[in-house]
């Protein structure tokens, strides 16, 4: 059974720095996309990062590009989110989602399998 739990998800002034990470088990991730999705309250969930191992190809939303870095570890099975200069409206529930690598990585039904969620505040 895969099973994909997030962590790293916390309070964090504006401006600040975080990062995600994403371990994975019943699943080798190196031959799947990897992507970072997220919800905010009262909005849809929304594409923000993906990676598509087989190729080492990383995929960044347009609100997100230059300050979000999405990352790897394959010894320990886990993608990581590192988050810079983050903003208020970073404020969501981040997902983790796994899925085949032939699938577009930006839609939501290209991914199997989801993580529980965590809560990414950003205070102003």
């Known amino acids: 059974q895969v099973q994909l739990v997030e962590s790293g998800g916390t309070l964090v002034q504006a401006g600040g720095s975080l990062r995600l990470s994403c371990a994975a088990s019943?699943?080798?991730?190196?031959?799947?996309?990897m992507g970072w999705f997220r919800q905010a309250p009262g909005k849809e969930r929304e594409f923000v990062s993906a990676i598509r191992w087989s190729i080492s190809s990383t995929y960044y939303a347009d609100s997100v590009k230059g300050r979000f870095t999405i990352s790897r570890d394959n010894a320990k099975n886990t993608v990581y989110l590192q988050m810079n200069t983050l903003k208020p409206e970073d404020t969501a529930v981040y997902y983790c989602?796994?899925?085949?690598?032939?699938?577009?990585?930006?839609?939501?039904?290209?991914?199997?399998?989801w993580g529980q969620g965590t809560q990414v505040t950003v205070s102003s």
């Open positions: 019943g699943r080798t991730v190196s031959a799947y996309i």
């Open positions: 989602a796994s899925g085949p690598s032939s699938r577009p990585v930006t839609t939501m039904s290209s991914y199997d399998y």
